[in-house]
Structure formats: C-alpha cells, structure tokens
C-alpha cells in the first residue's frame, strides 16, 4: 500500500486536492473528501498506471477546507482547547487568516489530543 501527502483546498463548495508524484504535479477537484480521492485515484491510474485499490493518502488541509469539512467542531470550544482566540480561529477557518506555525501547532495539538480522547469513549447502552 502507497501512501501519498494530498494537500486540500475549498472554494466555491468544491474541494481541490493536489499531489506531486514522480515529478507530475496531479490536481482533481469533487464535491467532497471522498469523491476527491476516487477522482485523484482515476488520475493516478490513467497517468502513472497504479491500481486505485493500492493507494492511501495523508490529508493536509488549508484551514477554510478543513473546518468546512470538520463542521462538527464548534470553533469557539477549540479555540478555548487551543489556546486561541475565537475571532483569530473563526477568520482562519473562514479563510481572511492564516495561521503563523505556532498557531498552526497550537490547534493541531489541540485536535490531536480531543481525538485521543474520543478514541477513548464509548457510550453506554442502558
């Protein structure tokens, strides 16, 4: 199994994701996450000749693309996990900021230790 970086952009309720594999530069766009892989796999097959089946990837979301896709998340409770101030994630997520690398790592750690958390939760049926 490959695994490949595909970086992930939204504009205009489309998500693009690019990738650079032996030298070519591969951009598809979809309507979401899902269908952008499978669209990105049909390029990997045409082109480079791989089974769509044998390839993974790694997300790296621009902020607007990830919290469009993570709707889930209430912004005002991970900037408060994050350290953050509201206004500062709200115009990050909405794409009128980006973040410096400390802000960056500051909610990636924030995500990565929710997601441990909720890797350990369970509910109970009673």
Do not use: W
Request: charged share 20%; net charge negative.
């Amino acid at each position: 199994m490959l695994t490949l970086d595909l970086v992930i952009t939204k504009e205009n309720g489309t998500y693009t994701g690019s990738l650079t594999y032996n030298d070519n530069r591969l951009t598809q766009s979809a309507p979401s996450i899902p269908g952008l892989e499978t669209q990105v796999k049909k390029l990997l097959a045409e082109f480079e000749g791989m089974d769509p089946n044998a390839v993974t990837f790694n997300h790296y979301f621009h902020c607007p693309a990830f919290f469009e896709a993570f709707k889930v998340l209430d912004l005002d409770e991970l900037a408060k996990l994050a350290a953050i101030d509201t206004g500062k994630l709200q115009a990050f997520a909405a794409g009128t900021q980006k973040p410096v690398r400390e802000e960056a790592e500051k909610i990636e750690n924030a995500l990565q230790n929710l997601a441990s958390r909720l890797m350990k939760a369970s509910l109970v049926l009673s």
